[in-house]
Nanobody, 122 residues
């Protein structure tokens, strides 16, 4: 599966932004999807994940209650709704896919999008 992330930009703290990740291929619905992010000088970190059916979602503590992951299997797209953005959310955001259950480890994901930059100014 090929992934294309979009929706990043420069925003002020406190506003919302929605990222999208479009996937190619007819088997998108069989993949667990996740979002990771990487800030300058830091390691890539898990943001959240969603099961293939969309019934289960998982979040890092740092974004829980502010970010929401959803997917539309008919459109081969997964979304990351980010509310109440903070300066510390500034990072390149990546979507990723794997065939098994969601995990928070980047090394478990075989497929990656190119990343989209989110910059939050305080």
């Amino acid at each position: 599966v090929q992934l294309q992330a979009s929706g990043g930009g420069v925003v002020q703290a406190g506003v919302s932004l929605r990222l999208s990740c479009a996937a190619s291929g007819r088997t998108f619905s069989r993949y667990t999807m996740a979002w990771f992010r990487q800030a300058p000088g830091k390691e890539r970190e898990f943001v959240g994940g969603i099961s293939w059916s969309g019934d289960s979602t998982y979040y890092a503590d740092s974004v829980k209650g502010r970010f929401t992951i959803s997917r539309d299997n008919a459109k081969n797209t997964v979304y990351l709704q980010m509310n109440s953005l903070k300066a510390e959310d500034t990072a390149v955001y990546y979507c990723a896919a794997r065939r098994d259950s969601p995990t928070s480890h980047a090394s478990d994901y075989a497929y990656w999008g190119q990343g989209t930059l989110v910059t939050v100014s305080s």
